[in-house]
């Protein structure tokens, strides 16, 4: 019961910072896991990060610990991504998600584990 809407994304220089929002509606936003995705050209979704219905616990791919931080504000009903030090091979589209499960079981399921997801918004990164 939750609905999701990306904002933040553009076109930054590397080493540029940019941060993405995911505004979501619905009174069980609280208590939902959340996580961030992302796709780029001729490859599959991928994993990028992950925090707890709390902000207690978080997940993150090895590709973006120490630049990316994943975090939420339940009273604003919205998720962020912090994302510096920006590299060209951070270029995707990326994608809000969200489900009423835990984070470890969510987790253990990837991809396929999240039940709500966003529309997507375009992150560019030039060299």
């Known amino acids: 019961q939750v609905q999701l809407v990306e904002s933040g994304g553009g076109l930054v220089q590397a080493g540029g910072s940019l941060r993405l929002s995911c505004a979501a509606s619905g009174r069980t936003f609280s208590s939902y896991t959340m996580g961030w995705f992302r796709q780029a050209p001729g490859k599959e979704r991928e994993f990028v990060a992950a925090?707890?219905?709390?902000?207690?616990?978080?997940y993150y791919a090895d590709f973006v610990k120490g630049r990316f931080t994943i975090s939420r504000d339940n009273a604003k009903n919205t998720e962020y991504l912090q994302m510096n030090s920006l590299k060209p091979e951070d270029t995707a589209v990326y994608y809000c998600?969200?489900?009423?499960?835990?984070?470890?079981?969510?987790?253990?399921?990837?991809?396929?584990?999240?039940?709500?997801w966003g529309q997507g918004t375009q992150v560019t990164v030039s060299s």
């Open positions: 925090v707890s219905w709390s902000g207690s616990r978080t």
């Open positions: 998600a969200a489900d009423p499960r835990s984070i470890a079981t969510v987790q253990a399921m990837g991809v396929r584990g999240y039940e709500y």
